[in-house]
């Protein structure tokens, strides 16, 4: 993750804002405005860790807004050469120290913790799922179902996990699915005009429900197929279907897959499952900040 790109400090820069880190009222009424302190990230679960690279950058940019002299605004950040971002720790754990400003430390405690409970709960999740299916060939993916304007980084943390990134928008990939086949003219009509339009690299996937719509695709040249909404039974049916053909096909199995199914159809002979709950539903990772006030 490149965290210094525009659009990630961009994205910082709103989040502080929001917050209007820089007229904390309550901290820039009640805390000496030259006390340094220290910050101690601190894990309180087990999780595997997203975000690490954010908290400088939160800090760099908050810089920026802070109209304090440079010299209050100076800070460091360490971290255990173990620990970085796609490692699981234990609760307990420290992640990082931060040596600051208090007054900056305090205002920007809110907006770090958010994110890196935020995309370490994706990471962690991630990782439950990727384990679930461990020894099978199969590969767990993302979806786009993410939260407007934070994509970028929550595949990143499905990448932590161990996850593997589906199409990241609309223009990275051809999926045609059922919507698409219903308004276009049926599936010869939009997978012909697909493949023929497509740009170079493009491959053009097919989405199925049955085994009717799964001749159709194949027939008419599909270059990949997702299996939505089958039962385990039905995708491996599917997948001996498509081993027939002389070309390989990769294979997606997607709805209704949660952790407790996702092994039945990893070894049904998928090549991918995509989760959507891996961004849409992961519970935030339990994660706080502690400061102390440094010696003068």
């Known amino acids: 993750m490149d965290w210094k790109s525009h659009r990630i400090d961009a994205l910082l820069e709103q989040a502080l804002v929001e917050d209007k880190a820089a007229g904390d009222a309550t901290t820039n009424l009640t805390i000496d405005p030259d006390l340094r302190a220290t910050g101690s990230i601190l894990a309180r679960q087990e999780m595997v860790v997203a975000g690490l690279g954010a908290v ?8 920026r807004l802070d109209p304090r002299p440079p010299a209050q605004t100076r800070f460091e950040v360490v971290s255990h050469p173990e620990i970085f971002d ?15 400003n ?12 958010n994110l890196m409970q935020h995309l370490s709960g994706i990471a962690t999740l991630t990782r439950q799922y990727v384990d679930a299916i461990q020894g099978t060939t199969a590969r767990v993916l993302d979806t786009r179902k ?10 990143y943390a499905v990448l932590c996990g161990g996850g593997t990134n589906h199409r990241l928008d609309l223009a990275s990939g051809i999926l045609i699915k059922n919507n698409h086949i219903a308004l276009g003219g049926g599936l010869p009509t939009v997978l012909t005009r697909a493949l023929e339009r497509r740009k170079s690299g493009q ?14 695709a194949l027939e008419y040249g599909a270059e990949a197929i997702l299996l939505d909404n089958m039962s385990p039974a039905g995708v491996k049916k599917s997948v001996d279907r498509i081993k027939q053909e002389k070309r390989w096909i990769p294979t997606e199995a997607s709805s209704g897959i949660v952790l407790e199914n996702i092994r039945a159809y990893a070894e049904a002979g998928v090549d991918f499952i995509s989760v959507g709950a891996l961004t849409h539903s992961a519970r935030a990772a339990n994660i706080s900040m502690s400061i102390a006030a440094e010696p003068r």
Not at 57 to 62: A, S, T
Not at 206 to 216: D, H, I, Q, S, T
């Open 86 to 100: 796609g490692v699981r720790v234990h609760e307990g754990q420290v992640l990082a120290v931060i040596r600051h």
């Open 102 to 113: 208090a007054r900056a430390l305090l205002s920007c405690e809110r907006v770090i913790l």
């Open 56 to 63: 400088p950058r939160f800090l760099e940019v908050f810089a």
């Open 203 to 216: 491959r053009v996937q097919v989405e199925v429900r049955n085994a009717k719509e799964l001749e159709e």
């Open 146 to 155: 993410t939260m407007p304007g934070l994509r970028a980084l929550e595949k």
